[in-house]
């Protein structure tokens, strides 16, 4: 098989696929790539829900950005008649000058956004489902909410292909290289030919981007959920928000419940660097349910027995900031790589950052802050 397309797009889950069908109802010939079947769940965009939120802890720099994916987002669902985001207040929680109650009150202060600051009395009092030390203090956010992302990525690929695109699954890359004019993509199945390439491939990217002068690992991460028993009505979603908590013990996050498996929560990093995704464990095994006990006997008390549970990885930069640039020695092939576990929310905006790499090697959005040189 040999074909020639306007752009390849290798990796077709949250950033590839928004990709594909940003490209594609521009007009171009787009083939995606994706080596598991598409939708899947060895990957980063799995798990049922992702949180959304506006006052960024990591940096003031994402709030144009995450503005510009709500956006996003809302206009799929226009486009689709798919319901894929659901707002929903966010608590960010910690101890005195916390990392993450602190680079929330950067943000909410340089882009003057509605937050409310909380005592740990006030949040009990509000919230009764939790329980914090006197000191501990919380700002809660109303422009949040939670993103369903598998049907986010369905969404994108499947508009992609009603726009034309080809999107490939089950089809694994084995090498690509720059050409004259252009590139080449070569796979299980064949060899492709594209005057642009975009990179979107995951923990993969260990490997697809090794020359990318940017040093990434893995994290496995685990998602669980917990049954609230005969305490439903404290975690539906009107009495219950969205949390990010940075405690002595880990910095953890969390959903309501919204459906029979319970309250949804996970750790965010604390996991071993692993090279590259062959040495992750797909199955949840007893220390990960153990291990998140401690943390929700302090703070949220009472929470009954585990439900179900998935493992998903991160693909980890550095600083922990994304990875978005052309290539620094191929002009023809942009990347986005290295989001650190907190990439999905995002995906709608990229999606449109990355065509107009593709399309032109500037954007008119501002990711500086992501470029691959900084690490040179």
């Known amino acids: 098989m040999n074909q020639t397309f306007d752009v390849i797009v290798l990796g077709v889950g949250g950033m590839g696929s928004a990709t594909c069908f940003e490209l594609a109802r521009r007009g171009r010939r787009v083939l995606g790539l994706e080596q598991f079947p598409l939708v899947h769940s060895q990957g980063s965009s799995h798990g049922h829900t992702r949180i959304i939120r506006t006052a960024y802890a990591e940096h003031p720099g994402y709030v144009p950005l995450v503005r510009l ?101 089950e089809e694994a890359i084995t090498g690509w290289e720059a050409v004259d004019g252009g590139v080449r993509v070569t796979t299980n199945r064949g060899t492709y030919h594209a005057a642009k390439l975009v990179i979107t491939a995951g923990a993969w990217a260990t490997r697809l981007l090794a020359d990318l002068g940017v040093r990434l690992v893995v994290m496995r991460q685990t998602l669980l959920w ?114 650190s576990g907190h990439g999905f929310k995002f995906a709608s905006a990229v999606g449109e950052v990355l065509a107009d790499l593709a399309e032109t090697g500037t954007t008119r959005h501002g990711i500086g802050m992501f470029s691959a040189k900084r690490f040179r």
């Open 69 to 169: 994916a709500f956006e996003r987002w809302y206009e799929l669902e226009q486009l689709t008649g798919r319901h894929l985001l659901t707002e929903c207040p966010c608590l960010n929680f910690g101890p005195p000058k916390s990392e993450h109650v602190e680079g929330v009150r950067a943000s909410v202060r340089e882009h003057k956004l509605a937050a409310e600051e909380l005592t740990a009395s006030q949040i009990t009092q509000r919230f009764p489902a939790f329980k914090f030390p006197a000191d501990y203090t919380g700002i809660l956010e109303q422009a949040a909410g939670f993103l369903y992302v598998e049907e986010c990525v369905r969404a994108h690929i499947d508009s992609a292909m009603s726009l034309g695109a080809e999107i490939h699954g």
């Open 226 to 339: 917990f049954a609230v028993g005969s305490r439903t009505a404290e975690f539906r979603r009107n009495r219950f928000p969205l949390f990010i908590g940075e405690t002595p013990g880990g910095t953890f996050y969390g959903f309501p419940a919204i459906d029979s498996h319970g309250m949804k929560i996970a750790r965010h990093y604390g996991a071993p660097e692993l090279p590259n995704p062959d040495g992750v464990n797909w199955n949840i095994v007893d220390a990960d349910i153990t291990a998140m006990r401690p943390l929700m006997d302090e703070y949220i008390p009472g929470v009954g027995a585990f439900t179900k549970g998935q493992v998903c990885m991160y693909t980890v930069s550095p600083d922990h900031h994304f990875v978005i640039d052309v290539h620094p020695a191929h002009p023809q092939v942009s990347v986005a790589c290295g989001f």
